[in-house]
């Protein structure tokens, strides 16, 4: 399966993949990832964005893992929509990963990304704790 994720800190990238790489270990070889990171400010350029579509046009699942007060960008919301009209894996989903503890994608942008997952067939996974928040210390 491809996952691609959008990421505007590596740690937070380096964290979603440890989650879904978990998650395919729990698995066992039922599951493997193809995981594809992109930074979120990438894809506000033309040349980057295009070729993020390519590669996500076949994705299983987008993963937002970014640290944004409020709503998204315009621009990413655009990108997400130019996607989602593209895709070719019909049951595909959309996760972010957000959390208090970490200031990362807030809960305010999850009404205006669950609207976009129903309007456009998703399944849309939200988590207001951070990518590989079981792993820190209490």
Do not use: C
């Not at 270990?25 to 350029?45: I, S, T």
Request: charged share 25%; net charge negative; hydrophobic share 50%.
């Amino acid at each position: 399966m491809k996952a691609v994720i959008i990421y505007d800190q590596f740690d937070f990238a380096a964290k979603a993949k440890a989650m879904l790489e978990r998650a395919s270990d729990r698995a066992g070889d039922a599951v493997l990832w193809n995981v594809m990171p992109w930074r979120v400010d990438m894809l506000n350029l033309a040349p980057a964005a295009a070729e993020a579509l390519m590669e996500a046009a076949d994705a299983h699942l987008i993963v937002l893992s970014v640290r944004q007060p409020g709503h998204l960008p315009i621009w990413l919301m655009d990108w997400l929509e130019v996607w989602a009209e593209r895709r070719r894996v019909p049951d595909a989903a959309l996760a972010t990963f957000g959390g208090a503890r970490g200031g990362a994608l807030s809960a305010t942008a999850a009404p205006e990304l669950s609207r976009f997952a129903e309007r456009h067939r998703l399944s849309f996974i939200f988590s207001d704790r951070g990518p590989g928040a079981d792993d820190r210390p209490e």
